[in-house]
T-cell receptor, first 114, second 113 residues
C-alpha cells in the first residue's frame, strides 16, 4: 500500500477563496482523522470519521470548515471562505478500529492564505 | 479524560550520548501509548507503541521506550544519539472509548555534532 495520500502538497490561495484538501486513507482502515498543525497551537484534531461517518467534529474551528467522506477511500476538508489565519499544515491519518494499533499519517498539505 | 504531557519543549544532546524524551500520561485503565517522529516538511512517522507486557518496548531506528505504571510515564530513549535523530517527537495515547489519538505538544530534539 502506498500509505495515506494527501493532495495537494502545497496550496497558496487568496483570502476569500474556497480551498479543498483531499485524502486517500490506507485501504482497509476504518478510521480517518484530520489534524491541523501550527507553531502556536501544535497538532489539533479537527474531525474524525469511522466507517465514513463523522464521529466528532468539535475541533472544527468555524462553520467555514467542513469535511466529508463519501466513501471508504476518499475524504475532503473544505474551507470556504479561507482566511490568512487558516494558514497551517493539514494532515490526514487513518487507522484500524483495533484500539492498540497506530495511526498512519499522510505527508500533509501546507496551506498558505494570502 | 485521557491526556499526555511532554514537559520539555526542546532537548539538546551531544552526538553519541544517550537521549531521553519525556512523556507522562493520564488515562483510566491500561493505556495504549505511542511515539511518533516528525522530520521537517514531513508527516508523523510511527516509532513504537506500548500495548501490554514488557515495560521496555523497542522500535524503529534504535529507539526504545520504557513504560512505568507507577510513575505514569512512557519515556523515549536511545543509547547513542545521531545528528540525524534531530526532529520533533510526539507522544500519544489512544482513547479506548472514542478511539481518538491524543497527542502531546511535541519535543524538539537537537543532536549536536
Amino acid at each position: 500500500d502506498a500509505g495515506v495520500i494527501q493532495s495537494p502538497r502545497h496550496e497558496v490561495t487568496e483570502m476569500g477563496q474556497e480551498v479543498t484538501l483531499r485524502c486517500k486513507p490506507i485501504s482497509g482502515h476504518d478510521y480517518l482523522f484530520w489534524y491541523r498543525q501550527t507553531m502556536m497551537r501544535g497538532l489539533e484534531l479537527l474531525i474524525y470519521f469511522n466507517n465514513n461517518v463523522p464521529i466528532d467534529d468539535s475541533g472544527m474551528p468555524e462553520d467555514r470548515f467542513s469535511a466529508k467522506m463519501p466513501n471508504a477511500s476518499f475524504s475532503t476538508l473544505k474551507i470556504q471562505p479561507s482566511e490568512p489565519r487558516d494558514s497551517a499544515v493539514y494532515f490526514c491519518a487513518s487507522s484500524l478500529s483495533i484500539p492498540n494499533t497506530e495511526a498512519f499519517f499522510g505527508q500533509g498539505t501546507r496551506l498558505t492564505v494570502v | 479524560a485521557q491526556s499526555v504531557a511532554q514537559p520539555e519543549d526542546q532537548v539538546n544532546v551531544a552526538e553519541g550520548n544517550p537521549l531521553t524524551v519525556k512523556c507522562t500520561y493520564s488515562v483510566s485503565g491500561n493505556p495504549y501509548l505511542f511515539w511518533y517522529v516528525q522530520y521537517p516538511n514531513r508527516g508523523l512517522q510511527f516509532l513504537l507503541k506500548y500495548i501490554t507486557g514488557d515495560n521496555l518496548v523497542k522500535g524503529s531506528y534504535g529507539f526504545e521506550a520504557e513504560f512505568n505504571k507507577s510513575q505514569t510515564s512512557f519515556h523515549l530513549k536511545k543509547p547513542s544519539a545521531l545528528v540525524s535523530d534531530s526532529a520533533l517527537y510526539f507522544c500519544a495515547v489512544r482513547d479506548r472509548g472514542t478511539y481518538k489519538y491524543i497527542f502531546g505538544t511535541g519535543t524538539r530534539l537537537k543532536v549536536l555534532a
